[in-house]
């Protein structure tokens, strides 16, 4: 399967805790973003990288949120000192180019407790 | 970022032609139209995209009318498993120079037998 591949696909945590989530997109696609979906809303923009560089970040990625792509391929997407309110499905996609067709991840599911 | 409008369910009935239509009043001179579709616990899987007029490809039609300030995705003989939630998006870039992919609530078509 050479889609967009995210990990873990669910995690339950307790509140205060660190959580990492991992994305790797497809090879060739130099631009990666995140994205925040919670039930009944669509998707919210979180960060986008485009190879390595981190070059916009959503008011909505408060201090505790950090995101990395170390080298252009993987990315991670840490949440420090978790709260209930982070319960989200976080969604990866990459693309190869402005304006082009995006492809997602199947998500990572977090639920604080 | 243009805003998008379109309406909050459909239902229809196996073997129709549904329409959703999508309202992007502000859209700008260099916005595409791009329609994703998701299923629960799934990232969204793009659809269609376009610029002007009309734009179809196996899956779907998409129409859009000379001012661009709607568009409509068209989808022949819908069957049970069309059953999703149909997101509209104007994508433009911002100030970063990404193309910020900013998703509404969403259409959430129910097919019925």
């Known amino acids: 399967d050479t889609g967009v591949s995210q990990n873990p696909r669910h995690k339950i945590t307790k509140r205060g805790q660190n959580v990492t989530f991992r994305c790797d997109p497809i090879?060739?696609?130099?631009?990666l973003y995140w994205y925040r979906q919670t039930l009944g809303q669509g998707p919210e923009f979180l960060t986008y990288?485009?190879?390595?560089?981190?070059?916009?970040k959503s008011r909505l990625l408060s201090d505790r949120f950090s995101a990395e792509r170390p080298k252009g391929s993987f990315s991670t997407l840490e949440i420090q000192r978790t709260e209930q309110g982070d319960s989200a499905m976080y969604l990866c996609?990459?693309?190869?180019?402005?304006?082009?067709?995006?492809?997602f991840g199947q998500g990572t599911r977090l639920t604080v407790v | 970022l243009a805003k998008t409008t379109q309406p909050i369910s459909m239902d229809s009935y196996e073997g129709q032609e549904v329409n959703i239509t999508c309202s992007h009043n502000?859209?700008?001179?260099?916005?595409?139209i791009t329609w994703y579709q998701q299923f629960p616990s799934q990232g969204p899987r793009f659809i269609i995209q376009g610029y002007k007029t009309k734009v179809t490809n196996e899956v779907a039609s998409l129409f859009i009318p000379a001012d661009r300030k709607s568009s409509t995705l068209s989808l022949p003989r819908v069957s049970l498993s069309d059953t999703a939630v149909y997101y509209c998006l104007v994508g433009g870039y911002s100030g970063a120079g990404s193309y910020q992919l900013t998703f509404g609530k969403g259409t959430k078509l129910s097919v019925i037998p």
């Open positions: 502000n859209i700008a001179t260099n916005d595409y």
């Open positions: 990288f485009q190879n390595e560089a981190q070059l916009e």
């Open positions: 996609a990459s693309s190869p180019g402005a304006g082009t067709e995006a492809f």
């Open positions: 090879s060739e696609h130099n631009r």
